[in-house]
C-alpha cells in the first residue's frame, strides 16, 4: 500500500507561480511512475504531467508545456510540480497518483495509487 499526500495548492494570481507536492509514505515510491492530474468544476479529470521512476523521462499536457515543470525527489519521497505563469484555466484539484509499471504511457489507464488532492485557485 503506498499513500500519497499532496500539498501546497493556493490562491494565486494570473501570472503567479505555485510548487506542488506530492509525498509518499513509502520508499517504494522510487519504482512508481508519478502522474499530475487536475479536475476543474464542471470538466473532466485530465492528466498534466509525469515522470518515470527513474526520473528520467517526463512529459506534458500541451496546455503547461513550458510552465510547469515535474521533478522527483528520491530520498524525501516527494514529487514536485511546479507551476509557472498560471492563469485562471489552471483553477482546479490536482491529484497525484502512482503507477507501478514504473513508466510514463499517458493518462487514460488506471493508476494504482491516488492522494486526496489539493485546491490551486488562480484568481486576481
Known amino acids: 500500500q503506498l499513500q500519497l499526500v499532496e500539498s501546497g495548492g493556493g490562491l494565486v494570481q494570473p501570472g503567479g507561480s505555485l510548487r506542488l507536492s506530492c509525498a509518499a509514505s513509502?520508499?517504494?515510491?522510487?519504482?512508481?511512475?508519478i502522474g499530475w492530474f487536475r479536475q476543474a468544476p464542471g470538466k473532466e479529470r485530465e492528466g498534466v504531467s509525469c515522470?518515470?521512476?527513474?526520473?528520467?523521462?517526463?512529459n506534458y499536457v500541451d496546455s503547461v508545456k513550458g510552465r510547469f515543470t515535474i521533478s522527483r525527489d528520491m530520498a524525501k519521497k516527494t514529487v514536485y510540480l511546479q507551476m509557472n505563469s498560471l492563469n485562471a484555466e489552471d483553477t482546479a484539484v490536482y491529484y497525484c497518483a502512482a503507477d507501478r509499471d514504473g513508466v510514463c504511457s499517458g493518462y487514460g489507464h488506471d493508476f494504482d495509487y491516488w492522494g486526496q488532492g489539493t485546491q490551486v485557485t488562480v484568481s486576481s
Open positions: 515522470i518515470s521512476a527513474s526520473g528520467r523521462s517526463t
Open positions: 513509502s520508499f517504494t515510491f522510487s519504482y512508481y511512475a
